[in-house]
T-cell receptor
Framework: AQSVTQLGSHVSVSEGALVLLRCNYS??????LFWYVQYPNQGLQLLLK??????LVKGINGFEAEFKKSETSFHLTKPSAHMSDAAEYFC????????????FGAGTRLFVKA | ETGVTQTPRHLVMGMTNKKSLKCEQH?????MYWYKQSAKKPLELMFV???????ENNSVPSRFSPECPNSSHLFLHLHTLQPEDSALYLC??????????????FGPGTRLTVL
């Protein structure tokens, strides 16, 4: 069975500081991994995804994530936070052996202080 | 219209009402999904359709009834709901179900309040 754990339901950073949002997954087979962002009153939007090509994945808005199989992690980072990055971020996992269920983490709300 | 649209954006209904949520995707996708997003809980998958055929009913109460008349439209019919059904209902689509690498595209959601 697959699962996703996001460490920290809330993360607060200052504008210009490094953003690090943590995600660990559990999967018996190599998975596909996703990060989505949700702004207030909107649906989820894909930031980036890992599909077993490069382990370092670059996404939109300056975000990137690194797949580390040994640590079963897929942490999301951004070198310098902007006020507009304040939102909720969801890590998700999906098996690459067929099936269609995407398992979402509980989400991490990012606050950016001026 | 582009992407995935949902109507209405907000809905308030009594427990004895019948209402429907509508989702339309303009992406040419073959798979569509209904999710429930409640405060402090992970996203819950409710239903999955592939080429208008339901492939997943994730133990959802019968007071929720989905309908997929074609690959572009998805409805969620609601009747005799409970206050705990109040949530944000999100519709999503993906290219198809053949590969797990296909991401989902989400609509803005319908905020449902059951009184």
């Amino acid at each position: 069975a697959q699962s996703v754990t996001q460490l920290g339901s809330h993360v607060s950073v200052s504008e210009g500081a490094l953003v690090l949002l943590r995600c660990n997954y559990s999967s018996s087979v190599p998975p596909y991994l996703f990060w989505y962002v949700q702004y207030p009153n909107q649906g989820l939007q894909l930031l980036l995804k890992y599909t077993s090509a490069a382990t370092l994945v670059k996404g939109i808005n300056g975000f990137e994530a690194e797949f580390k199989k040994s640590e079963t992690s897929f942490h999301l980072t951004k070198p310098s936070a902007h006020m507009s990055d304040a939102a909720e971020y969801f890590c998700a996992v999906r098996a690459n052996t067929g099936g269609f269920k995407t398992i979402f983490g509980a989400g991490t709300r990012l606050f950016v202080k001026a | 219209e582009t992407g995935v649209t949902q109507t209405p954006r907000h809905l308030v209904m009594g427990m004895t009402n019948k209402k429907s949520l509508k989702c339309e995707q303009h992406l040419g996708h073959n798979a569509m999904y209904w999710y429930k997003q409640s405060a402090k809980k992970p996203l819950e998958l409710m239903f999955v359709y592939s080429l208008e055929e339901r492939v997943e009913n994730n133990s959802v109460p019968s007071r929720f009834s989905p309908e997929c008349p074609n690959s572009s439209h998805l409805f969620l019919h609601l009747h005799t709901l409970q206050p705990e059904d109040s949530a944000l209902y999100l519709c999503a689509s993906s290219q198809d179900l053949a590969s797990g690498s296909f991401e989902q595209f989400f609509g803005p959601g319908t905020r449902l309040t059951v009184l």
